[in-house]
T-cell receptor, first 113, second 116 residues
Framework: DTAVSQTPKYLVTQMGNDKSIKCEQN?????MYWYKQDSKKFLKIMFS???????INETVPNRFSPKSPDKAHLNLHINSLELGDSAVYFC????????????FGQGTRLTVV | AQSVTQLDSQVPVFEEAPVELRCNYS??????LFWYVQYPNQGLQLLLK??????LVESINGFEAEFNKSQTSFHLRKPSVHISDTAEYFC??????????????FGKGTHLIIQP
């Protein structure tokens, strides 16, 4: 069984649309994250979420909003999509103490046209 | 604040030759260090990690990395590479404190290209 799963794997949409990416982890981890990988493969954290505490990277536009219905899920909502939002988005999870590694999903390739 | 520098964006190596991928970090507190590998069109997989203890850590597929606190480095090495090692390699760091709220800080990645 996949530890961290994301859907969809590919997402093509037009500018201005609103879209969501779903993430689920079955590892029992307390903390979940969203990372963005740009066209140059640079990875940067967007959000971390732990027991209802949300840590936001200050560089992330407020068009992006994470929503966690429960401990095992952290979805990413994006409003008014822009061309520059095209990237690969990775969900990850880790135990609370993070004295171990984070586990990553397979990524969602978002293309805004 | 912490940062990671991977000095080489691309490293071409002949098959069966040794390779070293360089990683330096900057942090005002103690850190945990990781190497992740990303094969084409796939997600990130942990290659190896340094948490504490022995400064030399090894992976199951022949890679090793050595934590050098004085040089703030965590270079990745393999004595003999294979075509299947072609991938993007990311060095990452996180602070030692519990909670993990800051997540991982990644370097910009090194593309390892194995030439036959």
């Amino acid at each position: 069984d996949t530890a961290v799963s994301q859907t969809p794997k590919y997402l093509v949409t037009q500018m201005g649309n609103d879209k969501s990416i779903k993430c689920e982890q079955n590892l029992g981890h307390d903390t979940m994250y969203w990372y963005k990988q740009d066209s140059k493969k640079f990875l940067k954290i967007m959000f971390s979420y732990n027991n209802k505490e949300l840590i936001i990277n200050e560089t992330v536009p407020n068009r992006f909003s994470p929503k966690s219905p429960d401990k095992a899920h952290l979805n990413l909502h994006i409003n008014s999509l822009e061309l520059g939002d095209s990237a690969v988005y990775f969900c990850a999870s880790s135990p609370a103490s993070l004295d171990t590694e984070a586990f990553f999903g397979q990524g969602t390739r978002l293309t805004v046209v | 604040a912490q940062s990671v520098t991977q000095l080489d964006s691309q490293v071409p190596v002949f098959e069966e030759a040794p390779v070293e991928l360089r990683c330096n970090y900057s942090s005002s507190v103690s850190v945990y260090l990781f190497w992740y590998v990303q094969y084409p069109n796939q997600g990130l997989q942990l290659l190896l990690k340094y948490l504490s203890g022995s400064t030399l850590v090894e992976s199951i597929n022949g890679f090793e990395a050595e934590f050098n606190k004085s040089q703030t480095s965590f270079h990745l090495r393999k004595p003999s590479v294979h075509i299947s090692d072609t991938a993007e390699y990311f060095c990452a760091v996180t602070q030692g404190a519990g909670g993990g709220a800051d997540g991982l800080t990644f370097g910009k990645g090194t593309h390892l290209i194995i030439q036959p």
